[in-house]
């Protein structure tokens, strides 16, 4: 079983910041492989970033990529989404979660990952 709490949610201007962290508890951190999702309403959920158990192997949507990163602090257990230059449309609740498979690079499907967290809320006005 693997907890995950996100945090750092909230509204920012067009053009801002903002940074997402997921901290996750239950399992060796570094046994599994963390990504970042996004649902907004009406909208089904979709892939937007992930990262392999090492944090050396990434993956992003091309909706985010050079816009987003992701990094992983095995130390301290937490997974991270730096935003940067933010868009309207990236308005949406993002969820971390983890992909137990160590057999995989970092998975882009919602239904590859075991285990998620609660979401945390983005808005980003016009």
């Known amino acids: 079983q693997v907890q995950l709490v996100e945090s750092g949610g909230g509204l920012v201007q067009a053009g801002g910041s903002l940074r997402l962290s997921c901290v996750a508890s239950g399992r060796t951190f570094s046994s599994f492989a963390l990504g970042w999702f996004r649902q907004a309403p009406g909208k089904e959920r979709e892939f937007v970033a992930a990262?392999?158990?090492?944090?050396?192997?990434?993956g992003y949507a091309d909706s985010v990529k050079g816009r987003f990163t992701i990094s992983r602090d095995n130390a301290k257990n937490t997974v991270y989404l730096q935003m940067n230059s933010l868009r309207p449309e990236d308005t949406a609740a993002y969820y971390c979660a983890a992909d137990m498979d160590i057999r995989r690079i970092p998975a882009r499907v919602a239904s590859l990952y075991a285990y998620w967290g609660q979401g945390t809320q983005v808005t980003v006005s016009s």
């Open positions: 990262i392999g158990r090492s944090g050396s192997t990434t």
